[in-house]
């Protein structure tokens, strides 16, 4: 081989990346789940990375290796509160509308419901200038409540309970926006007696049923 040869190859292992050390995701749960507490907390201006590693017991080395900014954290700790909820196919079956949608309501829904308040409320003014995370939200956030609720709404059509024309994603939404309203504007906790009001006193009669 020609020294110019052995130059060549030297040059080229020089430029091919080298491999740092395997990054360890084990603790991302922590982590993330550590933020949501910081967020719901601080909101989004008030929270810092130094506030999360803290929290989690982590160093920020540790966290700006597996997120560069505030932002990318903030957005994957978000869209992983969705993990956490209810699957679809265990949900409660009563038998009837209402005793669906009261079964939903205890202690363990309650607080989820409540941090999601909270952390909705930490991302507010974030989320009119990043659209990204005005989705994630959405999907964390709005959804899987709504989704539980056109289960059960379909449900009631299927028996007959309720007329097949309803508009069930109108009805879906006004339970969690009661919610959201009490939490977010007028500051007080939600209870069971307050939500077993909402479904007796406008969910089931807006669709067409009176609670026994």
Same mark, same amino acid.
């Given at each position: 081989?020609?020294?110019? &040869?052995?130059?060549?190859?030297? &040059?080229?292992?020089?430029?091919?990346?080298? /491999?740092?050390?395997?990054?360890?995701?084990?603790?991302?749960? &922590?982590?993330?789940?550590?933020?949501?507490?910081?967020?719901?907390?601080?909101?989004?201006?008030?929270?810092?990375?130094?506030?999360?590693?803290?929290?989690?017991?982590?160093?920020?080395?540790?966290?700006?290796?597996?997120?560069?900014?505030?932002?990318?954290?903030?957005?994957?700790?978000?869209?992983?509160?969705?993990?956490?909820?209810? %699957?679809?196919?265990?949900?409660? %079956?009563?038998?009837?509308?209402?005793?669906?949608?009261?079964?939903?309501?205890?202690?363990?829904?309650?607080?989820?419901?409540?941090?999601?308040?909270?952390?909705?409320?930490?991302?507010?003014?974030?989320?009119?200038?990043?659209? !990204? /995370?005005?989705?994630?939200?959405?999907?964390?956030?709005?959804?899987?409540?709504?989704?539980?609720?056109?289960? =059960? =709404?379909?449900?009631?059509?299927?028996?007959?309970? *309720?007329?097949?024309?309803?508009?069930? &994603?109108?009805?879906?939404?006004?339970?969690?926006?009661?919610?959201?309203?009490?939490?977010?504007? /007028?500051?007080?906790? *939600?209870?069971? !007696? =307050?939500?077993?009001?909402?479904?007796?006193?406008?969910?089931?009669?807006?669709?067409?049923?009176?609670?026994?």
């Amino acid at each position: 081989m020609t020294q110019t &040869e052995q130059t060549g190859q030297a &040059e080229q292992a020089e430029s091919r990346p080298r /491999l740092g050390r395997k990054r360890d995701h084990t603790r991302d749960p &922590e982590i993330l789940d550590a933020a949501l507490d910081v967020l719901a907390e601080t909101g989004y201006d008030g929270m810092t990375i130094d506030l999360v590693a803290a929290r989690a017991k982590a160093g920020k080395a540790t966290l700006y290796r597996r997120w560069s900014s505030k932002a990318d954290l903030v957005l994957d700790a978000v869209a992983c509160m969705k993990g956490s909820d209810l %699957d679809l196919d265990s949900l409660p %079956d009563t038998g009837t509308l209402r005793g669906d949608l009261v079964a939903m309501v205890r202690p363990p829904s309650i607080r989820d419901s409540e941090r999601k308040l909270k952390v909705m409320t930490g991302i507010v003014s974030m989320i009119a200038r990043n659209p !990204e /995370l005005a989705a994630a939200a959405h999907e964390a956030l709005v959804e899987p409540r709504a989704a539980v609720n056109r289960v =059960f =709404f379909q449900r009631a059509i299927d028996r007959g309970e *309720v007329r097949a024309d309803l508009d069930v &994603e109108k009805l879906c939404m006004v339970g969690p926006a009661m919610v959201a309203y009490r939490s977010l504007m /007028l500051r007080i906790p *939600v209870d069971r !007696e =307050f939500l077993i009001a909402n479904i007796d006193e406008i969910i089931l009669p807006a669709a067409g049923l009176r609670a026994a």
